[in-house]
């Protein structure tokens, strides 16, 4: 059996919030909360809508593929060669609300990109749980 060079693989950080649901959907999908916690943005939560995330190092194109209010978002993150796909999961807990991030689509010769995006992922979540402690 030969593999194939489609093989992807995905990183994915699992967080317990200590917050409501309502509260990470707000920071997840308001553009002044989200360049807070992640980039500079011209996000709109509608389906196929076309964005761009900027950093210091360069920008992300981006478009929305999947919107289910205070539950799922994800998007494409087209970045640097980098074609993958931001999945947010949230779901309420006892003591708040899970969040799961997954950014599948790194090929096998982008292990600079998966290795840059396990680090940067933890850091912007860690972000994402300071601003919503800031939300009202």
């Known amino acids: 059996m030969t593999t194939t060079s489609t093989e992807t693989r995905s990183v994915v950080i699992e967080r317990d919030f200590a917050h409501a649901p309502d509260k990470i959907w707000r920071a997840l999908t308001q553009p002044h ?3 807070e916690w992640l980039m500079k943005n011209n996000f709109v939560p509608t389906v ?18 999947e919107i289910e209010p ?3 978002l994800a ?4 970045a640097m060669g980098l074609e993958s796909v931001v999945t947010w999961t949230l779901t309420p807990s006892a003591a708040g609300t899970h ?7 790194f090929r096998p010769d982008q292990q ?6 396990k680090f940067g992922w933890q850091k912007f ?3 994402l749980d300071e601003v919503v402690a800031r939300i009202d």
């Not at 998007?75 to 087209?78: E, L, T, V």
């Not at 969040?99 to 689509?105: C, D, I």
Request: hydrophobic share 45%; net charge negative; charged share 20%.
């Open 33 to 35: 909360l989200i360049a």
């Open 48 to 65: 196929d809508h076309r964005f761009t995330l900027t950093g210091d190092w360069g920008s992300v194109d981006c478009k929305v593929l």
């Open 70 to 72: 205070q539950r799922a």
């Open 75 to 78: 998007y494409s993150w087209d």
């Open 99 to 105: 969040v799961r991030m997954e950014q599948a689509g």
């Open 112 to 117: 600079q990109a998966f290795a840059g995006a």
């Open 125 to 127: 979540l860690g972000n």
